[in-house]
């Protein structure tokens, strides 16, 4: 027998005016999650920034901006932002063109569009790790026995050593390729959905207009139609480039440590925190700086190619 | 009873926050307390170790201990990055072997001053391994087993083009170049060329150390810039093999004839003898200079305590045990399944697999040329050392111009962790 407060804690609980408790009891714990594992590490980083924190995470030596001023010092951390300027000038471009690219030839298709959007898409599912380890020792080694050297010697070249030759700068082909295959396919969904939602029509009237199919339909149709689908693409290329460390550590780093060429913020930052220097104070100083460029960056490309405004 | 689609999930949250909730208060890591048998529960870690049987062995000297439950966990993966970020945690180990300690971990007071357990025994331990673990008179780990790099070279190969094997850094350049064909190279010093691998020997081998026993930068000389200049020669050459599957510490470039020569570990001397029987032969790294001599590194991975431990007497007790009282347990980890030099100096002279041949020529290296990584040589210095040498070797940077930068780098460093003394 229900008494009257069970009824009035079920009322509250199951009726339909309490949708705001519901709301709580089911997302509460993924907030409490993201507070705990996310926004309690964000603050106390920015405390340790402050810090001479060498192996401690409960630092009481306070030294003020000086791990901001010793980072941006720091000829390897600003070395590591040049990578990234490197990095993005090579794979957002690159993305950009050959996911569009995908995306327009598998919507073309008449036949087997989904085996194809399949294929193209599989590769998101690597993991960056083992592809990177794939590049690394079977189709980039340095020996006759990798994939491209087999391949060059077929064409009596001489052997390359992609990874560790600096002049020409062999390993970025690697890098390069590697996110190329594992991520083109996600942005090539993006843009097949962009396309799907185009009008019929408005090619219909290019049509009548006598526009040519093909480049003309293309430029003056197409690619303007697809605009928010490539600012966001865009975007989220910049900030992916940002955040690269699995393909570079696991290409490049070996036990002994990582060469300074091709070394993102990210991995330089894994070092200084979390290597055996265990510097938390200048990782941190550093984490915070990165940070800051990517949201300016973010916000600067977001405003100049017009995210969110409404469309003409 | 029918359940309505609310209710359902009603209930099914429920039990999932229920669920969440049961196992973060009742998780039971077994660090706080004692097990069943009412002893301390101790936590010990290693580095995964390549040969086979090694970690059955560890497993077997932790269960033979009889005043604790220790339990031993064998960690793959980034090793020491992994026991830096635990250290700063309650649920780090209790007993972990480390490729140190750092200075900044004992300085931040990470780990446990072990001077006490060694008392009689200090002296059969090998001094070249123990200075790097001893800091201000205080021993902060016990060595376990000590390791070294050679220069493994094939006598057959070098007897074909007519090659001496090289007792000098020139020597060592020439011999390469004439030891590369199409389809072999000359030289390995791993896939980056060298800078990681060799780290500090050069200098050794030029007569300079990294810190000097007082506490200065070793480098600051001409001869230095010199000799690692030496080294951009056999990249420009295209003499070192670069780019194979396995790194330096893989003897598997050497067995499979991508190279005359490599630089590798003693561990893998059983593996190049099963491959190449004694086609093969071990040397120093070759001196350079008036002032040179020949050189090995010399490491040892060491037992230390950390500060975090609930159990720091018995985990003390336990380092005692197995690294200083049961001298047989050191032996059998040392030689029977890879290929160690015993860290007590009575062992190391006793152990028949270490007199003859190739591994006798390696601990007579050791003795007579070996260097250790200086306690002084921060994590920061060896980061702009192994930069600036990548730069040279790779990039054909100035030698002069890069170690200046490193020289005011390592000055700036040994200020920073002498203010904290």
Not at chain 2, 370 to 388: C, F, I, K, N, V
């Amino acid at each position: 027998m229900r008494g009257p407060l069970t009824t009035e804690l079920t009322r509250r609980l199951l009726g339909p005016q309490n949708r705001h408790l519901w709301f709580w009891i089911f997302v509460g714990p993924f907030v409490l999650g993201l507070t705990l594992f996310t926004y309690v590490p964000l603050a106390w980083s920015v405390y340790l920034s402050f810090f001479d924190a060498h192996n401690t995470v409960s630092p009481t030596d306070f030294v003020g901006l000086d791990n901001y001023t010793a980072m941006l010092g720091d000829d390897a951390f600003t070395g590591s932002l040049v990578t990234f300027l490197v990095f993005t000038a090579f794979i957002v471009p690159a993305t950009y063109v050959l996911s569009l690219a995908l995306a327009l030839m598998v919507n073309r298709l008449r036949w087997a569009q989904a085996f194809f959007r399949s294929v193209f898409f599989l590769p998101v599912a690597c993991s960056y790790v083992v592809a990177a380890l794939i590049w690394k020792m079977s189709i980039f080694n340095g020996v006759r026995f990798g994939l491209a050297n087999t391949v060059l010697d077929w064409f009596g070249a001489d052997q390359i050593a992609w990874l560790s030759t600096t002049d020409p700068p062999w390993y970025w082909l690697v890098i390069v390729t590697v996110r190329l295959w594992l991520q083109a396919g996600f942005y090539m969904v993006l843009f097949l959905a962009g396309l799907q939602r185009i009008s019929p029509r408005l090619y219909e009237a290019a049509a009548v207009d006598g526009a040519r199919p093909g480049w003309q339909v293309f430029r003056h149709i197409t690619f303007p139609q697809l605009r928010a689908t490539s600012v966001a693409v865009v975007l989220l290329l910049v900030i992916n480039a940002f955040q690269a460390f699995d393909e570079f550590y696991n290409l490049l780093s070996d036990s002994r440590g990582y060469p300074p060429y091709a070394r993102p913020p990210l991995v330089y930052l894994y070092y200084t925190a979390l290597g055996q220097g265990q510097n938390l104070g200048l990782g941190s100083a550093g984490a915070v700086i990165l940070a800051l460029i990517i949201a300016v960056v973010t916000v600067v490309q977001a405003r100049w190619f017009g995210l969110g405004r409404k469309e003409d | 009873m029918s359940m309505s689609r609310r209710r359902l999930l009603g209930a099914s949250g429920g039990l999932a926050l229920t669920g969440a909730l049961a196992s973060a208060c009742g998780s039971n890591t077994g660090r706080d307390g004692d097990d069943h048998a009412g002893q301390p529960v101790i936590e010990q870690w290693y580095h995964q170790y390549g040969e086979p049987g090694t970690e059955q062995a560890v497993r077997r000297y932790a269960d033979a201990f009889d005043r604790a439950n220790v339990q031993v966990q064998w960690r793959p993966g980034a090793y020491d990055q992994q026991t830096s970020a635990a250290l700063l945690t309650k649920s780090g180990p209790d007993v972990f072997e480390v490729n140190g300690p750092t200075l900044d971990q004992i300085q931040g007071g990470q780990v446990v001053d072990l001077t006490d357990l060694l008392s009689e025994a200090k002296d059969d331990f090998n001094p070249a391994v123990l200075a790097p673990k001893t800091y201000q008179g205080k021993i902060w780990a016990i060595p376990q087993v000590i390791d070294t790099q050679l220069l493994y070279y094939r006598r057959s190969m070098l007897d074909d083009a007519g090659v001496e094997p090289p007792r000098t850094l020139d020597a060592l350049i020439d011999a390469a170049k004439k030891l590369t064909t199409r389809d072999v190279k000359g030289l390995f010093l791993g896939n980056d060329g060298g800078p990681g691998v060799l780290g500090g020997t050069p200098l050794n081998a030029a007569g300079l150390t990294l810190v000097t026993e007082d506490g200065k930068v070793g480098f600051d000389d001409p001869a230095a810039a010199r000799t690692l200049g030496k080294l951009r020669q056999l990249y420009a050459e295209k003499s070192l093999l670069l780019g194979a599957p396995s790194d330096w510490s893989d003897p598997a470039a050497f067995t499979q004839g991508l190279t005359a020569m490599q630089w590798s570990g003693l561990w893998a001397l059983p593996q190049v003898k099963k491959a190449l029987g004694d086609d093969f032969g071990v040397l120093p790294f070759p001196r350079d200079g008036a002032h040179g001599a020949p050189a090995v590194p010399v490491g040892a991975y060491g037992a230390a305590v950390s500060a975090r431990s609930r159990h720091k007497a018995v985990a003390k007790a336990y380092v005692k045990w197995l690294w200083v009282e049961r001298t047989d347990y050191q032996e059998d980890f040392a030689l029977r399944y890879g290929f160690h030099i015993p860290a007590r100096i009575s062992l190391a002279t006793k152990a028949a697999k270490l007199r003859q041949g190739a591994a006798g020529e390696a601990v007579r290296y050791v003795t007579d040329h070996g260097h250790a990584e200086p306690l002084l040589w921060t994590s920061a210095s060896r980061t702009a050392y192994q930069d600036a040498l990548s730069r040279i070797i790779k990039g054909g940077a100035d030698p002069d111009g890069e170690l200046r930068s490193v020289v005011r780098k390592t000055k700036a460093e040994l200020r920073r962790v002498r203010k904290k003394n």
